[in-house]
């Protein structure tokens, strides 16, 4: 499931598919003089990149591999399985290894927890796309980044593969001159705020002065 939603993200940003094998598929995607390649794996364990490159290196398209800018312009993706999303930790520095590889191909670690591939039951990639720009789901994220939901695999999708393109969604901008008229507001610093609003480059130090000047009164004020 989670490779063939990675597939399908790749051929909508158009890649097309030269070589499908059990664990391992090749993608090449041209545009006037530019190509560029990508490659998609299933990892069962995490490996050595060297070893990683070379199995790479031997199961690619004899087509690939006569091009010039094959290892140079080529997404590596690796698909990893976590039992939960805290394992992330017990094996960072080894999907660290990986991506900090510098030879052959650009290469990131998609890792995802086995609760993370039940809730992507028949799910796509456009609905993939749907729940990325969800707001809600967005701010329940935030709260609890390691609870594994369809957004927290979206978010790290988006986030470890450079090439795929978010669609931008049109709706009513506040002004930013209105929202920091309502914070202030809510916070109960309209004096404040109103007086500020006053200032110019001639009033500045003396506005300065008056502030620091009823600042230590209030201290005063305070202490007495």
Excluded at 27 to 52: C, K, M, N, Q, W
Excluded at 183 to 201: F, R
Aim: net charge negative; with cysteine; proline share 3%.
């Amino acid at each position: 499931m989670i490779k063939q939603l990675i597939d399908e993200a790749l051929v909508a940003h158009g890649f097309v598919s030269k070589r499908e094998l059990d664990t391992t598929s090749f993608y090449v995607r041209e545009s006037g003089s530019a190509i560029r390649f990508a490659v998609v794996h299933t990892l069962d364990d995490l490996p050595d990149p060297a070893e990683l490159n070379n199995l790479i290196n031997r199961l690619a398209p004899e087509e690939f591999l006569r091009n010039p800018s094959f290892k140079k312009n080529c997404d590596l993706i690796c698909i990893h399985r976590l039992d939960v999303l805290a394992e992330f930790k017990d094996h960072e520095e080894e999907i660290f290894a990986i991506e900090e590889d510098p030879h052959f191909y650009k290469k990131y670690v998609l890792y995802y927890s086995s609760a993370e591939e039940s809730a992507l039951t028949d799910f796509t990639y456009n609905k993939l796309v749907s729940v990325i720009a969800d707001k809600k789901e967005f701010l329940d994220y935030k709260e609890n980044p390691l609870k594994a939901t369809q957004y927290s695999f979206a978010a790290k999708t988006f986030i470890k593969l450079p090439f795929l393109e978010l669609s931008s969604h049109q709706g009513n901008l506040v002004s930013l001159r209105q929202q920091a008229a309502e914070a202030v507001a809510e916070a109960g610093l309209n004096d404040t705020y109103s007086t500020i609003q006053k200032v110019t480059d001639k009033n500045a130090d003396d506005f300065i002065k008056k502030m620091i000047r009823n600042e230590l009164e209030n201290i005063q004020d305070r202490s007495l």
